[in-house]
């Protein structure tokens, strides 16, 4: 039996904690805020997207960063493993569209309360208000941490940091855990805001604001080289573009950042092909043929995007349907399939949902999470430099890499 200390009472810090007080050892969360949770709260919405109910490699195909690094982890405590955990807790789960697992009772706080009243159960200590301030090495071994304002040390045989990223600071996620692996030498990868929304430079961007578009095809270019194309659902809000397809996204475009220029193009017609498009238009043109333009849009476009269409058309808005010619009707076409808005910047770390990078993995044991630069040291969940894209794979990250940490300590 050890004794163990958990810094971070979120996703990662709660399941390590009852999985080292299964094992036996005597267990002390230590979290800075005054509950426990508090990330997981706003998760998925309130509803808490739990985990993805996918098969393996479909699992590993949405972790963007260091994949091959989760391979024990994910194989000793796979995604439904984690279904089944939260099942004996008493806490129902369904599934929905995308496999994305929730609580049936559709409350993050019923996800929270399971998780808390088992490490109650098993008499896990837990600390609130605690800010671990440093970690204590000593000759390559970790011998305990020191909180906040206080000198003494409280002693541990093995230390789990579990503290979390950037995003979403208020949460308590400030990235301490960087800090304190950083005193002991360890690397901590560039880090940035993912799954984060995306400020646009267009000044039109603003009378877009509030629209919601379904059924659209996003594809993003860095100069001019393609490096996202998804279908789905995105937002105009008043700085530029959120929702899913672009939070996804944002994922893929963070490596380019620096490269240079990224454009996207919004094809907002995927279903049909610029011939069809166009076939379609001219029918329409056909049934208006004495009307204005600007009158003669309304059945294909959402209305606010009505004027921002015909001013990129190029088309005077005033002109008779019927005087209309093909090349600027070919152009209408070409740009409601190509709307391009220029990325000017992605949004902070506020917005953002995860933390893409982190502490270093090749210093950090796979089948066990403990750091190759301090005995009794382990590391868990988005402290570590790995990422996944929407859908619960965040969470199955930290929740498999908690049980590996958890279970790893003699
Ligand atoms: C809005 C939003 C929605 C999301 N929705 C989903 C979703 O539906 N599904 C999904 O899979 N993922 C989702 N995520 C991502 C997911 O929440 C995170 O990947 C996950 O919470 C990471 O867990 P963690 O335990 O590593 O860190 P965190 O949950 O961030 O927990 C870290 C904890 O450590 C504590 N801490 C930090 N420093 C110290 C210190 N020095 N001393 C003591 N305590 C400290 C913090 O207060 C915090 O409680 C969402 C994220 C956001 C922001």
Same mark, same amino acid.
């Given at each position: ?66 994949? #091959? ?5 994910? *194989? +000793?405590? %796979? ?7 939260? $099942?004996? /807790? ?123 578009? #379904? ?5 993003? *270019? +860095?100069? %001019? ?7 789905? $659902?995105? /937002? ?175």
């Amino acid at each position: 039996m050890s004794k163990v200390i958990i810094i971070g009472g979120g996703a990662a810090g709660m399941l390590a904690g009852i999985y080292a007080a299964r094992n036996g050892h005597r267990v002390t969360i230590l979290e800075k805020n005054e509950k426990l949770g508090k990330k997981l709260y706003i998760t998925g919405k309130g509803r808490c997207n739990i985990t993805n109910a996918c098969d393996m490699e479909t699992l590993f195909e949405h972790v963007m960063t260091n994949s #091959k690094f989760l391979y024990s982890s994910f *194989y +000793s405590y %796979n995604n439904f493993d984690v279904i089944d955990l939260f $099942e004996s /807790l008493g806490l129902k789960t369904k599934i929905e569209r995308g496999n994305r697992v929730f609580p049936q009772s559709d409350k993050s706080s019923d996800v929270i309360g399971a998780l808390q009243k088992e490490l109650q159960q098993l008499g896990v200590s837990i600390h609130f208000g605690s800010e671990v301030e440093d970690l204590l090495v000593e000759d390559g071994v970790c011998k305990g941490v020191r909180l906040k304002g206080e000198k003494k040390i409280l002693s541990a045989e093995a230390v789990i940091v579990a503290t979390g990223g950037l995003s979403y600071p208020t949460t308590g996620s400030t990235g301490d855990g960087y800090k304190f692996a950083k005193n002991i030498g360890h690397t901590i990868t560039e880090c940035n805001p993912s799954l984060v929304p995306f400020n646009i430079k267009e000044s039109f961007i603003k009378e877009l604001q509030g629209l919601s578009l #379904k059924n659209i095809q996003v594809t993003v *270019y +860095s100069k %001019n080289k393609e490096i996202y194309r998804n279908f789905g $659902e995105m /937002l105009f809000t008043h700085f530029g573009v959120s929702g899913p397809v672009i939070l996804s996204a944002s994922s893929y475009v963070i490596p380019y950042l620096k490269k240079g220029e990224i454009t996207m193009t919004i094809d907002l017609k995927p279903a049909l092909t610029e011939e069809q498009l166009d076939a379609r238009i001219l029918r329409d043109f056909e049934e208006l043929r004495n009307k204005q333009f600007k009158n003669a849009i309304d059945n294909l476009l959402p209305r606010k995007l009505i004027p921002i269409i015909i001013s990129l058309s190029g088309i005077d808005p005033y002109k008779k349907v019927n005087t209309i010619t093909k090349d600027e009707r070919l152009n209408l076409v070409h740009t409601i399939k190509n709307m391009k808005l220029s990325v000017a910047s992605i949004r902070s770390y506020n917005e953002a949902v995860i933390t893409k990078g982190g502490i270093s993995v090749k210093e950090v044991n796979p089948s066990t999470m403990e750091s190759k630069y301090a005995k009794g040291l382990y590391f868990a969940g988005e402290v570590l430099d790995l990422d996944a894209l929407t859908g619960g794979f965040n969470l199955q990250i930290a929740w498999s890499t908690a049980y590996t940490a958890a279970t790893a300590i003699e």
